[in-house]
């Protein structure tokens, strides 16, 4: 079955520590993208990237870094630079980066930071 | 600023009712919108998009959704609420790559 991955479903860190959330896809789409999602607010986006060894800041990208090494991978790095880390953070693909294209999401990730 | 508002934070229906959900948007050209559904600590999944053509769309589970253009709106109905569309549902707007989602609307089914 085709589809994204996140991995873990639930992480927990203590403050100060640089933490890396997985997300896989095996659609063959170009395109992915990082969302946190918090209460009330919708999702936001943090990072995305069109093509492979190319990636763009969202709306909040402060406090978070990603890679694009592989079309297939797309890691975000949660570093303890970000003021509020606790949240879900949803992954998507979409068949292409640029145009518009639905988007496919992964099961999340929370994350909780004390 | 491109916007999407869900003016309905929690709506609660009884199963067998029909349910409508609304959608607002702000912003200029030919919209693309989506309707996504998200069960407690899931991932979202379309149910249905406008991108031109007939303003009523059919999307899954049977929902529908009407774009219309002088309201700037894109509401989300289904006729008849299973006890199982409870969940959490945002309206999103798409500019090229990018979606702006709307806050959200919790829905309950009472029994």
């Known amino acids: 079955d085709g589809g994204i991955t996140q991995s873990p479903k639930y992480l927990f860190r203590k403050e100060g520590q640089n933490v890396t959330l997985s997300c896989e896809q095996n659609l063959n789409h170009d395109a992915m993208y990082w969302y946190r999602q918090d209460p009330g607010q919708g999702l936001r986006l943090i990072y995305y990237s069109q093509i492979v060894n190319d990636f763009q800041k969202g709306d909040i990208a402060e406090g978070y870094s990603v890679s694009r090494e592989k079309k297939e991978s797309f890691p975000l790095t949660v570093t303890s630079a970000q003021k509020n880390p606790t949240a879900f953070y949803l992954c998507a693909s979409s068949i292409k980066g640029t145009g518009v294209y639905e988007q496919y999401f992964g099961p999340g990730t929370r994350l909780t930071v004390t | ?111």
């Open chain 2, 1 to 111: 600023a491109q916007s999407v508002t869900q003016p309905d934070i929690h709506i609660t229906v009884s199963e067998g009712a029909s349910l409508e959900l609304r959608c607002n948007y702000s912003y200029g050209a030919t919209p693309y919108l989506f309707w996504y559904v998200q069960s407690p600590g899931q991932g979202l999944q379309l149910l249905l998009k406008y991108f031109s053509g007939d303003t009523l769309v059919q999307g899954i589970k049977g929902f529908e959704a009407e774009f219309k253009r002088s309201q700037s709106s894109f509401n989300l109905r289904k006729p008849s609420v299973h006890w199982s569309d409870a969940a959490e549902y945002f309206c999103a707007y798409a500019n090229d790559y990018k979606l702006s989602f709307g806050a959200g609307t919790t829905v309950t089914v009472r029994a």
